[in-house]
C-alpha cells in the first residue's frame, strides 16, 4: 500500500531533550516536506526536501533540523525542544515531475513539549 | 507573501444536501489548486485539484470551480453526506517557481446534520 508513515503518533516530552520524528514513504517521491498544524494557524511549512541531500528551508524552520539521506525518509530533529513545539505534525510527500502536485499526508505526530 | 484563505471558517449543512465551501488566494501567479479534506485525527486526504487552464473540474459528487479574474476557487459537494463532515483546506502553488511548494488556507469545517 502506498503511504506515508510517521512515527511516533504521539509523543511527550520535557524541554531540551532531543528528538527525531521518523518520515517514511514507500512512493519513490522525490519531493518530501514537514509541516506543523497549530489552531487557527492553519499548516505551516518547516522544512522541505527536493531530492536526497537537498533540503531547505519552510516558512518556520527555527528550532528544527531535517536530513535526507535517502529518498524514502525524511527525520525531523528537535534538537532542544521547547514548549512553543508543542503541536501536531505533518510529513507529506510528492511527485517532483510534471503532472500532478499532489501531496501525500503521514497520519500526523502529536508532539507535547512540558 | 501569499495567503490563501476562506471566506468561512464552519459551515453546517443538512445530509442530502448540496455543500460550497470557497476560497481565496492573493497570488495571481498560482497555477494549481487543490482541496484537502481532512477528518479528525488523520492526515489531509487528497480530494481533486484544478489546473489555472480549466475553468472546473469534476470529480465523483464534487465539482471544483476556479475563477482566475477574481482569484476565487469553491468546492461543490453534492448530496453531502455525514461522512463528509470534516476539515476543508484549499491549497495553492506556483509550477513555475522551480519548487513543489504549496499554500494552504487555515480550512473550513464542513459539519452535516442527519
Known amino acids: 500500500e502506498a503511504q506515508v508513515t510517521q512515527n511516533p503518533r504521539y509523543l511527550i516530552t520535557v524541554t531540551g531533550k532531543k528528538l527525531t520524528v521518523t518520515c517514511s514513504q514507500n512512493m519513490n517521491h522525490e519531493y518530501m516536506s514537514w509541516y506543523r498544524q497549530d489552531p487557527g494557524l492553519g499548516l505551516r511549512q518547516i522544512y522541505y526536501s527536493m531530492n536526497v541531500e537537498v533540503t531547505d528551508k519552510g516558512d518556520v524552520p527555527e528550532g528544527y533540523k531535517v536530513s535526507r539521506k535517502e529518498k524514502r525518509n525524511f527525520p525531523l530533529i528537535l534538537e532542544s525542544p521547547s514548549p512553543n513545539q508543542t503541536s501536531l505534525y505533518f510529513c507529506?510527500?510528492?511527485?517532483?515531475?510534471?503532472?500532478?502536485?499532489?501531496?501525500?499526508f503521514g497520519p500526523g505526530t502529536r508532539l507535547t513539549v512540558l | 507573501g501569499e495567503s490563501v484563505g476562506l471566506h468561512l471558517p464552519t459551515l453546517s449543512v443538512q445530509e442530502g444536501d448540496n455543500s460550497i465551501i470557497n476560497c481565496a488566494y492573493s497570488?495571481?501567479?498560482?497555477?494549481?489548486f487543490i482541496w484537502y479534506k481532512q477528518e479528525s485525527g488523520k492526515g489531509p486526504q487528497f480530494i481533486i485539484d484544478?489546473?489555472?487552464?480549466?475553468d472546473k473540474r469534476q470529480g465523483q459528487r464534487v465539482t471544483v470551480l476556479l475563477n482566475k479574474t477574481v482569484k476565487h476557487l469553491s468546492l461543490q459537494i453534492a448530496a453531502t453526506q455525514p461522512g463528509d463532515s470534516a476539515v476543508y483546506f484549499c491549497?495553492?502553488?506556483?509550477?513555475?517557481?522551480?519548487?513543489?511548494?504549496?499554500?494552504f488556507g487555515k480550512g473550513t469545517k464542513l459539519s452535516v446534520i442527519p
Open positions: 491549497a495553492s502553488g506556483e509550477s513555475g517557481a522551480g519548487s513543489y511548494q504549496l499554500t
Open positions: 484544478i489546473r489555472s487552464n480549466m
Open positions: 497570488n495571481s501567479a498560482s497555477d494549481y
Open positions: 507529506a510527500s510528492s511527485f517532483s515531475g510534471t503532472g500532478t502536485y499532489e501531496q501525500f
